[in-house]
């Protein structure tokens, strides 16, 4: 299982920490997305952390958005900042099965990724 949480509504500019908790395996041996749907839109790959440390994001999150894992918490997070109105989406994190030399290629969300979890939502708005 996968719990997220952190999501908020926030003022543009502002930042976020969102936390991915994982129970029934261990998240220090997996890889770990972040995935997002933002109202009336499709699945977005976000980042993804690999179990080595390796970290890849999405072009329109670079230098804002933060992926890492505590792997004493068993937990993976994403600081999100410098937040933008385009940035309002439930979250999701999910086990990413895809090797890195596919992680910025369109993904098969239904084959992919593994989503165990609610989502937590995130709204950027004044």
């Known amino acids: 299982q996968l719990v997220e949480s952190g999501g908020d509504l926030v003022q543009p500019g502002g930042s976020l920490r969102l936390s991915c908790a994982a129970s029934g395996f261990t998240a220090s041996v997996s890889t770990i997305a972040w995935v997002r749907q933002a109202p009336g839109k499709g699945l977005e790959w976000v980042s993804t952390i690999y179990s080595d440390g390796t970290t890849s994001y999405t072009d329109s999150v670079k230098g804002r958005f933060t992926i890492s894992r505590d792997n004493a918490k068993n937990r993976v997070s994403l600081q999100m900042n410098s937040l933008k109105p385009e940035d309002t989406a439930v979250y999701y994190c999910?086990?990413?099965?895809?090797?890195?030399?596919?992680?910025?290629?369109?993904?098969?969300?239904?084959?992919?990724?593994?989503?165990r979890g609610q989502g937590t939502q995130v709204t950027v708005s004044s």
């Open positions: 999910a086990i990413d099965y895809r090797p890195l030399s596919r992680a910025t290629m369109v993904p098969n969300f239904t084959t992919d990724f593994d989503f």
